[in-house]
């Protein structure tokens, strides 16, 4: 099974649209789950209202502002992490942990979680949500194949990565180089 771990603000939220719930952003991440069959687990710290306070669901910010608008997306939630005192990373580990079906996941949050996720984590402007930019990295990780996506990449061009990717290997080169004529 494949599970993309969700945050709300700063992923399907903007903070150039006033941090309200964007129907771009939802629409990248219905693109996103339909061309993996990926299941969404919610992360959102939105969920610690009902999780932890008892909010009823049905008068909860979880619901009213967040999961009434995926539902208009036909986005319907598989599950939600378990509060474990505001740590998205331990709550993920932990889901992972009971969840030994889960065969490839995806975390897209705007906040840097811990190293258990290298690989796995697109890391979004929170300015903007999820975009465009996005949709080859999601996909590529929740086909198997991992990497780590740094911050420089999303905020390069393809262009621009392939000349700093040549700059670093002639660099590297010379000094091999360097190294074989002083032996």
């Not at 599970?3 to 952003?25: H, M, P, Q, R």
């Not at 910010?61 to 990373?89: A, C, H, M, W």
């Not at 889901?95 to 979004?124: A, F, K, M, W």
Request: proline share 3%.
């Amino acid at each position: 099974m494949k599970v993309i771990f969700l945050d709300f603000d700063g992923v399907i939220t903007s903070a150039y649209k006033n941090l309200e719930v964007d129907d771009l952003c939802i629409a990248i991440l219905k693109y996103i789950v339909a061309k993996t069959e990926a299941k969404i687990v919610v992360t959102a710290s939105a969920k610690e209202s009902v999780q932890v306070y008892g909010v009823p669901f049905e008068n909860s910010n979880l619901y009213n502002v967040y999961l009434k608008k995926l539902e208009q997306y036909n986005l319907f939630p598989y599950d939600y992490t378990s509060y474990i005192g505001s740590n998205r990373s331990l709550e993920i580990k932990d889901y992972l942990n009971r969840h030994p079906e889960i065969t490839q996941y995806l975390i897209l949050d705007d906040v840097p979680v811990s190293n258990l996720c290298n690989g796995h984590l697109v890391l979004l402007d929170e300015g903007w949500g999820l975009s465009l930019k996005d949709i080859r990295n999601s996909l590529a990780i929740l086909r198997g194949e991992l990497k780590f996506y740094s911050l420089n990449e999303f905020e390069q061009s393809p262009e621009q990565r392939v000349i700093d990717s040549n700059q670093k290997f002639a660099k590297l080169m010379k000094r091999k180089q360097e190294r074989g004529l002083k032996r």
